[in-house]
């Protein structure tokens, strides 16, 4: 069972400054745990130095996957061991399909699981995987032949995401505000998607700022974020609470809650 282990975490920008002051968080896997907290907290941040973003410097703390530091390796070997991060700002790659970006993916995967030699998913193989994972996130069959996130909408870039999970099948998933700019009607596909993945094999660190996403996902733990800290920590009710309070009560003196 995955067990990723965060901890006294600090991040900062590559100036120096600090932005993830030493957090702890544990998640097992079927756990999903949701961080809240306002624009420009650092929520990002924190997703990036997850994954190994060079932009990000660790400057304490440790990451352990498995009882294993992730801090030495670099952003592929952590998805080799598990990790999965779908960003908030997913960039585009003209020239690449998103069939053959998927497949790579995937090769890439079987590849460094199998030691380094080469073990590229048979074809009917990955059309039937594919198929399978297409009609249950609703994603139109016309996207596969598209350069990747090419003028895709809101909505087709955060299914392509979830898409690309569930075929990689991480151990711990990071999504960081695959809420952002999605109606009601993708929202509810997405977040479906993400809570069918969650069980046995995946736990789940649900980045947020509003508590909509939520109500597709139940949180199993609440963690508020502000000022490079967690200020409070519950459960489901915690977001409910948020969303009626705003963030205000949990900002430290001084901290503004940003846009
Ligand atoms: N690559 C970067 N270069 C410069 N400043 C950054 C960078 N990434 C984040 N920041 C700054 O760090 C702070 C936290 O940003 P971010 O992690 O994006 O917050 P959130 O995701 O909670 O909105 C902000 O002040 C932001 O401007
Ligand atoms: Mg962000």
Redesign the pocket.
Known sequence: MALLEIKDLHVA?NDGTE?VKGIDLTVRAGEVHAIM??????????AYALMGHP?YEISGGDVLLDGESLLPLGADERAQRGLFLAF?YPYAVPGVTVSSFLRSAMNALRKARAGGTDDPIPIPEFRKDLAAAMEHLKVPRELLGRYLNDGFSGGEKKRIEILQMALLRPQIAVLDETDSGLDIDALKTVADGISDLVGPEMGAIVITHYQRILNYIRPDFVHVFAGGRFVAEGDAELAEKLESEGYDAYLPEGISG?A
């Open positions: 920008l932005i907290g306002p624009n420009g907290s650092g929520k990002s941040t924190l932009s908030q940003g």
